[in-house]
């Protein structure tokens, strides 16, 4: 199968949907002329005229344009170059987007995606670097996806634009220029779906984002030792895949939850509560979170690589897991 | 308008010295970069020099600067130490931030750089803290806050000159007009030619100068420090600019037209107030020399400690995220 890069992958989403759809616009920072900051939107402004919107740095008037449209029937999809700057946007995002229809008794659909690039990695300091799924994914009415791969960047896109509910998309900015397989023909992956990226028999690993590759190495340098690894990328934050992990873990009867984002209060430990409820029968051993450390993203690259779980972290504890 | 009278050869030439340290800092940078000494986000300033040093030679030591993601200029015109900047630069241990914060992070509270800004726009609203903190202490103190042209469409600017105006503190926001919002032009962001004339629907004078005209800088920033002084509340300077290098170390820069940096260089403004300085023979070629060499010299003596300083240890990660005692 043909690879293709994360960024080529959202590009398709987008040239595909708005192809499709002449009610489907984009707007944000750098995304026309320059084809956005990380090429996501390269050659939609020439292919769509008047569709795509060079906006000015404004990001609470971007988000508020973006519900504003959706709410009277034009499909938005706004671009934030770094989640970080969508705190700007945030009073739109869930003061508005998320609560309308709820608050308006059902008389509205939002049918708006909010993407961002998101993570640390490049150096960029803690306003910069950070990963801010759980912030979203706490608020009732949003919907919430992480993709780690190409081939679930364009299907998961898809599949958000084509939702009528606002969608928070977070793009981990490491993976933007890593290649997958992505296929020629068309295709969307269902919100709320998650996916077995290898399936194993000895414990569960639940993973997001750049973590599922590191925890996909961990799973096969142990598989040559004989342990058997299984692990899960839930793909959408929430809607939570709750019956793909449950189910997998009744098998392993091992659970580890790994995530960049800052351990306390964090994906794990709503991962985690859930399988205590439903599978705690099932469980041989007491749930893990591997996480980022609560600390802001510094900028020394050291340091940087030490603030988020290394592949030894994850080892280390999958290890632990199992004695 | 003579301005150039009232300043003494020594302030000149101090003047002229700063632009060059801050030149061959930024210039020193991206060689830096290149190397991966330095990383992640880097935004110079070469090209603008003449507003930071013209700006903040009207301030005193107590007074502060808020700057934003383009920052170095105005840290090294406030007198943030040379030394920690540049070991910052190079994420060591005894960097300003220790090695933490980096480029959009600098920070030196002992003179006042109450620090560069990785979110465009936060800046207004800090300045107008500082300002308000001053008047509710009764202190005859001024905030400068730079930002650029692109941070003026946000809903801070907006927010924070209203409020500054509104309780009369003692604030002066600098716009850096350079043209570009990373690719994006003034032209093309905005609809009006003139961000100054947004002050008059704040209740706060706002005027338009040349940026690369250092004493043009110079005055107008120390008219509005004046005001701000005395209690008469913020102004809005627009100083048109022009950065030379691209918006972020590595940028391709294919959004500007032929010819326009090429324009933009004769209007160099270290060259202009050296061509003063030797036209008003108040200084000879030899001094000016002396005063490039000697601002070279200093650079060389921060890149020399900066990387003699050790990069910080793993358990540093961990520091200062709560104070603590
Ligand atoms: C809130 C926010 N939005 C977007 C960005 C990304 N960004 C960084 S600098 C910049 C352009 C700023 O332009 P301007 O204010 O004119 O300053 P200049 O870079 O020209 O000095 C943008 C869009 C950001 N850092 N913060
Ligand atoms: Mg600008």
Redesign the interface.
């Known amino acids: 199968m043909r690879q293709i890069t994360m960024a080529e992958a959202i590009n398709e989403a987008l040239r595909e949907e708005m192809r499709k759809d002449p009610n489907i616009f984009i707007l944000g920072e750098e995304i026309g002329l320059r084809g956005g900051a990380f090429t996501c939107t390269k050659g939609l402004m020439e292919e769509f005229p008047g569709r795509v919107l060079d906006t000015p740095i404004s990001e609470s008037a971007i988000a508020g344009a973006a519900y504003g449209a959706a709410l009277t029937g034009t499909k938005a999809v706004a671009e934030f170059m770094f989640s970080d700057f969508s705190f700007i946007a945030m009073d739109q995002i869930i003061n508005s987007a998320a609560k309308s229809r709820y608050m308006f008794g059902g008389q509205a659909t939002i049918p708006v995606v909010f993407r961002m690039s998101s993570g640390s990695g490049r150096q960029q300091a803690a306003q910069h670097s950070q990963s801010l799924e759980v912030l979203y994914a706490h608020i009732p009415g949003l919907k919430v996806i992480m993709p780690s791969t190409p081939y679930d960047a364009k299907g998961l896109l898809k599949a958000a634009i084509n939702d009528y509910n606002p969608v928070v998309f977070l793009e981990p900015r490491v993976l933007y220029f890593k290649k997958g397989e992505v296929p020629e023909q068309e295709y969307t992956i269902p919100i709320g779906k998650g996916d077995i990226k290898r399936s194993g028999e000895d414990v569960t690993v639940v993973a997001t984002g750049v973590m599922v590759e590191r925890s996909l190495a961990v799973a096969e340098k142990l598989a040559r030792e004989g342990i058997s690894v299984e692990v899960i990328d839930p793909r959408t934050i929430r809607p939570l895949d709750t019956e793909l992990i449950v189910a997998s873990v009744k098998k392993t009867g091992r659970l580890i939850v790994v995530h960049e984002a800052p351990r306390t209060y964090g994906m794990a430990g709503e991962i985690i509560a859930l399988v205590m409820e439903q599978a705690f029968d099932y469980l041989n051993a007491p749930p893990q979170r591997v996480a980022g450390h609560d600390v802001p993203i510094p900028y020394n690259r050291n340091l940087e690589r030490l603030a988020i779980p290394l592949e030894e972290d994850i080892e280390a504890v999958v290890r632990k897991s199992l004695k | 308008m003579d301005v150039t009278t009232s300043l003494s050869k020594e302030q000149l030439t101090k003047m002229y010295y700063d632009m060059w340290i801050i030149r061959n800092f930024e210039e020193n940078l991206l060689d830096l970069y290149q190397k991966n000494l330095a990383?992640?986000?880097m935004h110079v300033s070469v090209g603008e020099e003449a507003i930071a040093v013209g700006a903040c030679a009207n301030l005193k030591r107590e007074d502060t600067i808020v700057t934003s993601h383009r920052g170095h200029g105005h840290c090294i015109a406030k007198g943030a130490d040379l030394k920690g900047m540049m070991a910052e630069l190079l994420?060591?241990k005894n960097g300003l931030?220790k090695?933490?914060?980096?480029s959009?992070?600098i920070v030196d509270m002992s003179v006042g750089v109450l620090g560069a800004?990785?979110?465009?726009?936060a800046g207004c609203g800090i300045a107008v803290g500082s300002a308000l903190s001053f008047k509710i202490r009764g202190q005859k103190n001024v905030c400068v806050n730079f930002f650029g042209d692109?941070?003026a469409?946000?809903?801070?600017f907006h927010e924070s000159l209203n409020m500054a105006a509104l309780y009369s503190l003692p604030v002066v926001f600098i716009c850096e007009n350079n043209g570009y919002?990373?690719?994006?032009s003034f032209a093309?962001?905005?609809k009006i030619d003139k961000i100054s004339v947004r002050a008059g629907s704040y209740g706060m004078p706002g005027v338009t100068i040349d940026g690369n005209n250092i004493f043009e800088v110079y005055k107008t920033v120390g008219e509005a420090v004046e005001r701000a002084r005395q209690g008469d509340g913020p102004t809005l300077i627009e100083a048109v600019t022009y950065r030379w290098y691209g918006h972020y170390v590595g940028d391709p820069c294919t959004?500007r037209p032929p010819g326009e940096l090429e324009r933009w260089k004769e209007k160099d403004p270290i060259l202009f107030l050296e061509k003063y300085l030797l036209a008003n023979k108040l200084c000879c070629q030899e001094e000016i020399d002396g005063l490039k060499a000697a601002a070279g010299k200093a650079i060389a003596e921060a890149l020399d400690y900066a990387l003699a300083s050790p990069?910080?240890e793993?358990a540093?990660?961990?520091t200062d995220?709560y104070f603590e005692k």
């Not at chain 2, 090695?99 to 980096?102: A, F, P, T």
């Not at chain 2, 800004?117 to 726009?121: E, F, H, P, S, T």
């Open positions: 990383y992640g986000g994420a060591r931030c090695g933490k914060g980096g959009q992070h800004q990785g979110i465009v726009g692109g941070a469409n946000t809903g801070s919002a990373v690719s994006t093309r962001s905005t959004y990069e910080p793993p540093d990660l961990f995220v």
